[in-house]
């Protein structure tokens, strides 16, 4: 036929030994039958390749590198884009994931949008370029719990009860200890405290010639009888602002100035200047061998739970009759007053006796003085029971007295 070549026993082409004979030429797009003497045509050649890259479509693309340290967003991109980390940071925004340098960023689905990590970091996966030594922990942990490593691998943590919140406080649970070397710790372990403390049969001793304690409240009680021994030398004890409560014997060899409530169920014994100038609370004796100064305040009282009440009160008096102290006649049975009257140069202390029964409202005093310096005779004194009252009066004859009283409760 015109045109037409017919190939017998095949096509050979060349004439070197042990070549093929081709015996046809197929169209077929698929390749399917994989023949050794067959060719393809043009057209099935590309159309086997077209399908082939086709399924290519989603393999890892390297697209470029990103500088995270100004923490950019994803950028846009399809299944299988891949960029490197040059610069370390986060991706995805402030709030976006950290990265290191050599990371990589996969896009998982086509067509994603730029976006932070809200938005678009469910659409890529962060792979971390180097994770030799990395530490791995529980699935959930306390917030603010400090972690402790699982094991000796160094590679593992797990959650603890030890919390240290955004101010730096640390926190243990209850009954636990603070130890140093699995020891509990000590009071000379706390770095500026006293040079030395001795806890021995009950006795709690604090010494040092320079040491000092700051504490908002002191509070011995153990239910025993033990004793508290303060002892500094020429030194000075001073608690301002602060409670002090003592349930057990209190020595004080040194001097004290306190500026606050002080109750004491035990035995006081006092060898140096004790100053007070609050209401302080007395359950049992108190022994004196040195002065003991009471503040001159309408207010400031001493209670001894098995004697007396002490309590000062000064009075102006003028050409009239002036209740220079008064309480209720329940308060006890009698009372004794000490008094200075004094006006410029003219001057007289004495005494004032009173006791009284409160049910029937009578009373009965008497007052013992010295002599006058100059003239006091315009002031007497006199006890009356009025209205469920006990007062001690001064009355004065002339203006410009002043009368100071310290009484005794009996």
């Known amino acids: 036929m015109a045109n037409e070549m017919i190939i017998r026993n095949g096509l050979i082409i060349g004439t070197v030994a042990g070549t093929t004979a081709i015996d046809r030429i197929l169209d077929e797009d698929t390749l399917t039958s994989n023949s050794a003497t ?78 932070d990590q809200a938005t678009v970091g469910a659409n890529w996966n962060i792979v971390q370029k180097n994770i030799d030594g990395a530490v791995t922990g529980d699935t959930s942990s306390t917030d603010n719990a400090i972690a402790r490593f699982d094991g000796t691998t160094g590679k593992v943590v797990q959650n603890s009860l030890v919390t240290i919140d955004d101010n730096g406080t640390i926190n243990i649970p209850t009954g636990q200890m603070y130890q140093i070397n699995g020891t509990d710790l000590a009071l000379t372990d706390l770095g500026d405290t006293p040079s030395a403390y001795v806890a021995a049969g009950g006795v709690l001793v604090v010494n040092g ?24 030398g020429t030194g000075s004890i001073v608690v301002t602002g602060a409670s002090v409560a003592v349930n057990s014997n209190l020595a004080v060899d040194a001097a004290v ?5 002080v109750n004491v169920d035990g035995v006081v014994d006092i060898d140096a200047n004790l100053t007070v100038t609050a209401s302080t609370t007395l359950d049992q004796d108190l022994q004196q061998s040195a002065s003991v100064t009471f503040a001159a305040v309408s207010t400031g009282s001493v209670t001894l739970t098995n004697g007396a009440v002490i309590t000062d009160a000064t009075a102006s008096v003028g050409i009239a009759t002036v209740a220079v102290d008064t309480f209720a006649d329940t308060a006890g049975d009698g009372a004794e007053w000490a008094y200075v009257a004094k006006n410029g140069a003219n001057i007289r202390t004495g005494k004032v006796l009173a006791a009284w029964d409160a049910t ?40 410009g007295w002043t009368v100071n009283v310290t009484r005794v409760l009996l």
Request: net charge negative; charged share 15%; aromatic share 4%.
């Open 38 to 115: 067959a060719l393809a045509t043009q057209q099935s050649i590309k159309a086997y390749v077209d399908s082939q890259i086709t399924g290519l479509a989603n393999v890892m693309t390297f697209k470029g590198t990103i500088d995270a340290s100004a923490n950019p967003n994803y950028p846009a991109g399809d299944a299988g884009d891949m960029y490197v980390i040059s610069v370390a940071g986060k991706i995805g925004g402030a709030s976006g994931e950290n990265v290191e340098a050599g990371d990589q960023i996969v896009c998982l689905v086509d067509s994603t949008a730029s976006g």
């Open 209 to 232: 010639t320079t040491d000092g304690v700051v504490e908002s409240g002191i509070v011995l009680n153990d239910g025993t009888a033990n004793s508290v021994n303060i002892s500094n």
């Open 257 to 261: 100035d306190i500026n606050s409530a």
């Open 360 to 399: 029937g409202d009578t009373v009965s005093y008497a007052e013992y003085s010295t002599g006058d310096v100059g003239d006091t005779s315009p002031v007497t004194f006199a006890v009356a029971i009025d209205a469920g009252n006990v007062k001690l009066n001064a009355t004065s004859t002339s203006a």
